[in-house]
């Protein structure tokens, strides 16, 4: 099992950045895909982007293409997600995850370790 703890959630106004993380502990696996889901009141979990081990392959969701960038460093077990030009539509739980597995799965089933989650909210 993979222990995940993000942090850096916050309320920031429209056009603002942030940057989240994940540490990540436990049996990690040079394997393991990260992904980032983040889920609005009342929404479906919504996939944000993922990345592979060495961080050579990335994907990132339509909407936050230009925007948000994921990341990785290795050394330090965490993944970061920088997000800019934030707008009221952003505004959601974002949660970290482990895949377990080498593919960019972008479908929150095929993830089996959550953080509790980081708390985006974006004033307009």
């Known amino acids: 099992q993979v222990q995940l703890v993000e942090s850096g959630g916050k309320l920031v106004q429209a056009g603002d950045s942030l940057r989240l993380s994940c540490v990540a502990s436990g049996r990690a696996n040079s394997n393991y895909v990260m992904g980032w889901f983040r889920q609005a009141p009342g929404k479906e979990r919504e996939f944000v982007a993922a990345i592979n081990y060495s961080g050579s392959r990335t994907y990132h969701e339509d909407a936050v293409k230009g925007r948000f960038t994921i990341s990785r460093d290795i050394a330090k077990n965490t993944v970061y997600l920088q997000m800019n030009s934030l707008t009221p539509e952003d505004t959601a739980l974002y949660l970290c995850?482990?895949?377990?597995?080498?593919?960019?799965?972008?479908?929150?089933?095929?993830?089996?370790?959550w953080g509790q989650g980081t708390q985006v909210t974006v004033s307009s």
């Open positions: 995850a482990c895949a377990r597995e080498s593919v960019l799965y972008t479908t929150w089933p095929m993830y089996l370790d």
